[in-house]
Every structure is written in structure tokens, then in C-alpha cells.
Nanobody, 122 residues
């Protein structure tokens, strides 16, 4: 049984940094594409960052240059380092283990974590 448990969310001010963690069990993250999504109130859930089994990363335009996705295979954990946070980054952030990842870079979501709230005040 796959479980993804996020942590690290909180309330910060604009310009601050946060690091989200996603601890996985029941699967080996380095063999699977992983992603972070976020969902703001009243909006759809959007893909923020992905990392493939080969370690290739990709980001939504809105977070490029500010967010970094990484993984620690020994800890079976994926991270999302978020710098220069803005109020518009406020959302629930979800970790995801991909069901599929195409050569063209299309990420198909699979297992979800429960989410962690990030609130950025101005």
C-alpha cells in the first residue's frame, strides 16, 4: 500500500522560504516520477514541479527560479524548496507519485498525499 505523507507547510511572510517534505512508503521513489501540485481556494489543482526517475526536473512557469524539487533516495523522500514566496503561492500543496510519465513530458498523476497548507502573508 502506497502512502505519501507531506509536512513542512505553515504561515510565512512574503519573501520567506519553506521546504516541504513528502515521505513515501510502499514504493521506491527513485524508480518513479514524482510531482508536487497545489490547489488554492476555488481553483483547480495545478502541477507545480516534477522529477523523473532519471532526476530530470520541470517546473510551472509561475515558480521557475524560485522552487526546487529534489529527492533523497536513502530517505525515500521528495522535497520542494520554496524561496521568495509570494501571497499567490498560498495553497494546499500535494505530493504525488506518477501513474505514468511520457517521453514528451506528460505527467499523469497517481497516488496522492493528504496535503499541507502553505499560507503566505503580504
Amino acid at each position: 500500500q502506497v502512502q505519501l505523507v507531506e509536512s513542512g507547510g505553515g504561515l510565512v511572510q512574503a519573501g520567506d522560504s519553506l521546504r516541504l517534505s513528502c515521505a513515501a512508503s510502499g514504493m521506491i521513489i527513485r524508480f518513479n516520477a514524482m510531482g508536487w501540485y497545489r490547489q488554492a481556494p476555488g481553483k483547480q489543482r495545478d502541477l507545480v514541479a516534477t522529477i523523473t526517475s532519471l532526476g530530470r526536473t520541470d517546473y510551472a512557469d509561475s515558480v521557475k527560479g524560485r522552487f526546487t524539487i529534489s529527492r533523497d533516495s536513502a530517505k525515500n523522500t521528495v522535497y520542494l524548496q520554496m524561496n521568495s514566496l509570494k501571497p499567490e503561492d498560498t495553497a494546499v500543496y500535494y505530493c504525488n507519485a506518477a501513474k505514468a510519465y511520457s517521453e514528451a513530458g506528460t505527467y499523469s498523476p497517481g497516488y496522492w498525499g493528504q496535503g499541507t497548507q502553505v499560507t503566505v502573508s503580504s
